[in-house]
């Protein structure tokens, strides 16, 4: 069986509207959800695509020096590391996400604002989450096969790959400061 709206009830679609008039009929709540769900996803794919890069290197390099295996996990620990950043701010911005109080006279200006902000600080720590684990996934496996030759290079090569960590810090940092200086109305 098919029912159908009564045409005051549901929401129709104006091919005359302008693109910022898209953007307002969309639920300020659904971009503060959009937001926690980059957070995390985009976070643990970047920390996901820097364990592969690190893990293979790690793996085939082992097979002839075994040695290397213990010393460069910290590579892999720092990918992880990056999952938990995009979690971090998700639960950040989880917390603030509630409903509205006063439904008549909602959404609010600052309801937009705050929607639009928490849209953007997940998109900021999920995408440079993605960039800091390509990174360090890079970097972790060129160390783990300089380690491999050569065992002196090892922590020089390792503070190239903090600097690599730093970009996902950046953006938690970043994320952090934008999403407490919004608010729904309450």
């Known amino acids: 069986v098919i029912t159908f709206i009564e045409e005051e009830q549901r929401m129709t679609f104006v091919p005359s509207a302008k693109w ?3 953007l307002t009929m969309i639920d300020p709540y659904n971009w503060g959800a ?18 592969f890069l690190t893990g293979t290197s790690l793996v085939g390099g082992a097979v002839k020096h075994p040695r290397i295996k213990s010393k460069n996990l910290i590579s892999v620990l ?31 200006p ?30 972790g496996g060129t160390i783990a096969l300089a380690d491999a030759q050569n065992p002196a290079l090892f ?9 690599g960590e730093a970009i996902g810090l950046m953006g938690v940092i970043v994320s952090i400061i934008l999403s407490t200086s919004m608010s729904y109305a309450q």
Not at 115 to 137: D, P, Q
């Open 155 to 163: 922590v020089k090569c390792f503070v190239m790959e903090i600097f």
């Open 78 to 108: 720092f990918c992880e590391a990056l999952a938990i950043y995009g979690i971090i701010l998700a639960i950040i911005l989880q917390n603030k996400l509630a409903a509205p109080l006063h439904p008549a006279s909602y959404p609010e």
């Open 20 to 22: 910022d008039q898209y």
């Open 110 to 139: 600052q309801d937009f604002k705050a929607g639009y902000g928490f849209f953007a600080a997940g998109a900021i720590v999920g995408f440079s989450n993605l960039a800091a684990g390509y990174c360090v996934g890079a970097l």
């Open 34 to 51: 959009w937001g926690v769900f980059l957070a995390i996803a985009i976070s643990v794919l970047g920390a996901s695509w820097g364990i």
